[in-house]
């Protein structure tokens, strides 16, 4: 890698040093940034003016501040059960994929089971299936089951997208924790289950944060699904399938509407400002893998 | 605390016993592995199957008489003109997003990649920010924003007289696949951020220094040591990212359902409409939609392959000269 330039050192560079480079590099940064977060600041400004100054008043500050979007799209529009709705969906399907996922990955990753070729190898498969091949058995499967209007339905079949991605991750974690493990744990007389639970589970920690944090997000953003769940029955709409149906029935009360998509998008902003490694560590895991 | 009793009859088996045997003594490992099954068995394998089956019935989901066609829902769906556009706008939706995603990611994760920079962190945060967003929700402050009538950024265009009059851009048939796709990079870039910089780590660090100790442009040390580096990656993130693309469902049906004129019909919103939201006056047609679903999911299989065996001969070609 030496060449012509290695005699250059120590270069000048006008006014471009290092320092300055980084500057104008953030400021640059800090400009692109703005837009591309603009749309969401947009929305939250639009959603405390009243309508009537939303049309007249492109800019960010509201002139009349009001809480009454909020108050309409909560009581009115029913964001408050929606937003219920998608708590319980989410609540309960990080549950249950969590448990489930952390079972069969710590099978698939460590144990000699027969047949667990066989089973990753089928996982593997169906990771890329889209969503539009499988909706009408898995709306089917539920209708057959007593399901196909209920929330339970909804939360199962969620777990259901993700389960396959979770399984990999936890099988992937467990195959690099060190034998000894196991062997001290035998030694001592600690049961298989026990082992699991008190050995294993802990070291999977930033693993389990990962899922929690992913499938959280999974639920919220579920659209396709809750859709066709709650055709037939709008008690059970969730967050995102609320606002779209709010958007075909009240277009002209876009104060409503960025209310209540503040609503929706507020608490997952959070919870990834507070958990970002996690995030961000789970989805790079994909790239590794 | 030490129960030496107890050591025989837990762990793992000795590895050459009878297959009987084996699973016997892997039999707790198997009741693991029940709840997770049932959930893969029930959403995942028997939709898979299950769709196979559907998709040779003519069936409209409300009276259980679903009749048995054979392949005539595949021969009806080879000449559907709704249908075929559906699949190519899918495809040929991938390949306005990915390219742009996959660069754009690129170029954020360089610059934020530098530890030196001020707020990198921040700024890896904010342009991460929409990727959480739920994309119908997103997608309809988007439908606002891009509004013609009153909308905000038909108003910026039309204060800075750069266009005449306001542009629909999500109402215009020759338009409205291009908004949908700059929404989706914007969307969807974050991820494909991380990617790269989860990337990026792989560059040792002793690279930069010893480049810098050598004066070498920061331009230099990017195109002639970082991208060769990390470039075997770009097939597997551009894998990612096409799937992802391809679930473009809730963006669209949340913004255009499809319109103006189908003219933003993707395959997964045809599956939908013919399955669930037929135009009035007409049944469901749920075997035709399974239809389409099982050769829409033949024809991502397809690609999927495709893009793994070039993923494989990156990594074979990484493998081959290491220091390019």
Known sequence: MTDATHFRAPRREGFFTPRRRRFLTSVVLAVICAIWVYPMVWMI?????????????????????????????????????????????????????????????????????????LLMGLMVFTVFIPQGYTIIPVFELLSRLGLGQSLWGLMLATCGQS??????????????????????????????????????????KPIIVTVVVLQSLQAWNDFLLPLVITLANPALRTLSVGIYSFKGENFVDWGGMTSASTIAIVPIILLFLFLQRYFIDGLAGAVKG | ??????????????????????????????????????????????????????????????????????????????????????????????????????????????VLNNKLLKFSTLFRALIFLPVVAPVAV?????????????????????????????????????????????????????ITMIYWLAALQTVPDELYEAAKLDGIRMRQVVVHIVLPIIAPFAAVIALISAIWALNVFPLIQATTEGGPFFSSEVMEV???????????????????????????????????????????????RRGENGND
């Open chain 1, 45 to 117: 400004a639009a959603s405390f003016k009243p309508n009537s100054e939303l049309f007249r008043n492109p800019g960010l500050i509201p002139i009349h501040p009001t809480f009454g979007n909020y108050v309409r799209a909560w009581t009115e529009a029913h964001i408050q059960r929606y937003f219920f709705n998608t708590l319980f969906v989410a609540v309960g399907s990080v549950i249950i994929t969590t448990t489930s996922a952390a079972l069969m990955g710590y099978v698939l990753g460590r144990r000699p089971m027969p047949g667990k070729w």
């Open chain 1, 163 to 204: 389960i396959v991605v979770f399984t990999l991750l936890f099988a992937g974690y467990f195959t690099q924790v060190p034998n000894e493990l196991d062997e001290a744990s035998r030694m001592d007389g600690v049961g298989p289950v026990k082992t699991f639970l008190f050995v294993m589970l802990p070291l999977a």
């Open chain 2, 1 to 110: 605390m030490v129960a030496y009793a107890n050591v025989s009859d837990i762990g793992s088996p000795p590895p050459r016993k009878r297959l009987v045997a084996r699973i016997w003594s892997a039999r707790l490992d198997y009741l693991f592995l029940v709840p997770g099954l049932i959930i893969f068995g029930a959403f995942i394998v028997w939709p898979l199957i299950a769709s196979i089956y559907y998709s040779t019935l003519d069936w409209s989901g409300f009276s259980r008489n679903a009749t048995y066609v054979g392949l005539a829902n595949f021969r009806a769906l080879l000449q559907d003109s709704y249908f075929l556009s559906a699949l190519w706008r899918s495809f040929v939706f991938t390949l306005m997003t990915v390219p742009l995603q996959m660069l754009l990611g690129l170029v954020f994760a360089i």
């Open chain 2, 138 to 190: 997103i997608g309809i402050v988007w439908v606002l924003l891009l509004s013609p009538f009153n909308g905000p950024i038909n108003g910026y265009l039309l204060d800075g007289h750069l266009v005449q009059r306001a542009i629909d851009f999500l109402g215009t048939p020759n338009l409205v696949m291009w908004s949908l796709a700059g929404i989706f990079v914007w969307k969807w870039t974050g």
């Open chain 2, 270 to 316: 045809f599956i939908f409409r013919n399955a669930f939201a037929p135009p009035s006056g007409q049944f469901p047609r749920l075997g035709y939609a399974s239809a389409a679903g099982v050769l829409f999911g033949v024809a991502i299989m397809f690609l999927t392959i495709l893009q793994a065996l070039a993923v494989r001969r990156a990594r074979a």
